[in-house]
Each structure stands twice: as C-alpha cells, then as structure tokens.
C-alpha cells in the first residue's frame, strides 16, 4: 500500500490507473478507522482495481471546536489497518494540502439538509460537501462508499452527485455494529467504561420501537424512544450522574427525509437518532419499513 501526503502525488496515481483503464474505488474517512471503515474497504476492494482510503479529519464540517479537537486521531495504527483490508493507497493529507486557499463555496441541499443533523449542525453538509467534492476531483472514483449510519449524509451525497452531475456510483453500506448492539463509531473510543457499557441502550430502544411500530402509531412510538432513554437513569441508576440526553430522534422517509406521521410511504420509513452520553454524541438508525 501506498501512503500519499500531496494531491499532486495522488493525481498521478489516479493518472497512471485511468491510463491503465483501472476502475477506482474511494473510501472518504476521517480515521480512527474500526470494523464499520473496513468493512467499506473490503467492499471497495471486491469492485474496483484501485482502492483509494482518505484520512483526513475536516475541520470545516466540525462546527464545534472542542468536537475537532477531541476527534481521535490514530494514523499509524489507520494505516496498518488499511492495509490488512486490502487499501491501495492511503490518501493522508494535512489541512494546509487541502486547503491551500480559505474554502469560499457554500452548498445548500434544500429540505433534506433542514431536517435532524442539518439546523443541529449549521454549515456541516457544506463541508461535507466540499471536502467530498475535493476528494472526487482528486480520486476520480468510478465508485464512493459511504457508512449508512451517517443516513442523512448519503442523500446529501446523492444530492451534492446530482448538482455535479459527476457519473460516480454512490455504494451505501449497512452499520457495522459490535456484539452488543452498538454501532461502531470512531466516537466510541471516547466514551468511559461505565458509558460504554449502557450505550447499546440506544439500539436495544430503536429495536423496540421497530416491534412497537407493528401496532402504534408513529407519535406514540417517537414519545417512547425519547423518553425510555431520558429516564433510563432514573430506572437503572448510573455512577457519575451519566444519562443519556437525546438530541432528536425523527421518524422520516427514506429518502425525501421529511418527517412522516404513518409508517406506509413509498421509500420506505427509518428512525434516525442523535444522543449526548458520556459527553460524546452518537447517532445511529433503523429501518421501519
Ligand atoms: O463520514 C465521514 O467520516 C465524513 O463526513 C467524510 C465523508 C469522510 C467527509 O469528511
């Protein structure tokens, strides 16, 4: 596996395989890279000749400082793990390479981006976008993977494909979950012993409501999630005042991403939720229909 610091490196790569007629697979993460990332990986690399895995954490969909300060940064151990999953080439750019001008372009997404993440997080999807746009330009993928635990932020994907018409195949892949039922996220690693342990509440109480939602109505089943996991604490006394404070949890159509209030649409219902434990904010998702 190669590992490239510089666009200017990367775009030969990528030039040298479009010669070769390779086709090219790109994985876009911030690293801090675990099962979910390689999971990715490994589909990346049964489809396409060339993988591509960037790490670069992108300060400019982080709109809160202390998240981008706090965000694991493991390098060293992302490239080894890259290059067991079969990686070609480990894109690893500093900010400065990415952004050698202040980033002037803006997106906008319309009513899929003003839903759950997007007036949580103002400007995130743009810089999602920008960094993602930057990194098609740079990899020039016949295909790019993305985690469907950030649901919202494939159908900003599909949206930012569609406003730049680029013919790239965009490749959602299912959450990746540890044993207890938790999905993996590279925010895991920041949660303390005592937090990780009661974390996997937030799926065991999604699967609940995905039984629920057999006989109740989507108001009644949005109002059990909330306030099962708000008085969890209450129910199950924890040490260090730990709680689990959800941020949302939106019931929604599968792709349009608007709230919905009966559970027969046409694409399908997911229940989408973000939560504050330990300090740290997990999101995860399930499918009702
Ligand atoms: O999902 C992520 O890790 C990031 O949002 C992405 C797509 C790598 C862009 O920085």
Not at 121 to 130: I, N, T
């Amino acid at each position: 596996m190669q590992i490239i610091n510089t666009t200017a490196e990367l775009r030969k790569a990528v030039g040298e395989a479009k010669q070769n007629k390779k086709s090219i697979g790109l994985v876009p993460t911030m690293g801090a890279l675990h099962e979910g990332h390689l999971s990715l990986i490994r589909r990346a690399r049964t489809e396409n000749d060339l993988v591509v895995v960037s790490v670069f954490v992108n300060p400019i969909q982080f709109n809160n400082k202390e998240d981008l300060a706090k965000y694991p940064r493991t390098v060293e151990a992302d490239c080894r793990l890259l290059e067991g999953a079969g990686a070609d080439i480990a894109f690893v750019p500093s900010v400065e390479e990415m952004y050698p001008e202040p980033v002037s372009e803006v997106y906008h997404f319309g009513p899929i981006e003003e839903v759950m993440e997007g007036p949580r997080r103002p400007g995130h999807f743009s810089g999602v976008a920008v960094v993602v746009r930057r990194l098609f330009d740079l990899a020039q993928p016949d295909r790019a993977y993305f985690g469907e635990k950030d649901y919202q932020q494939i159908a900003i994907i599909r949206n930012l494909l569609e406003q730049i018409k680029y013919p790239i195949e965009l490749v959602p892949c299912p959450i990746v979950r540890a044993d207890d039922g938790l999905a993996l996220s590279s925010r895991n690693m920041r949660l303390s012993p005592e937090a990780r342990a009661i974390a996997p509440t937030i799926y065991a109480t999604l699967c609940q409501a995905v039984e629920m939602s057999e006989t109740d109505e989507v108001e009644d089943v949005k109002e059990f999630v909330v306030s099962s996991l708000e008085s969890f604490h209450e129910v199950n006394p924890q040490p260090n005042d730990l709680k689990f404070e959800p941020e949302y949890f939106e019931v929604v159509d599968g792709v349009t991403l608007q709230p919905v209030d009966t559970w027969d649409g046409p694409h399908g219902v997911v229940g989408c939720i973000a939560v504050w434990l330990d300090g740290v904010r997990l999101i995860d998702m399930v499918r009702f229909r």
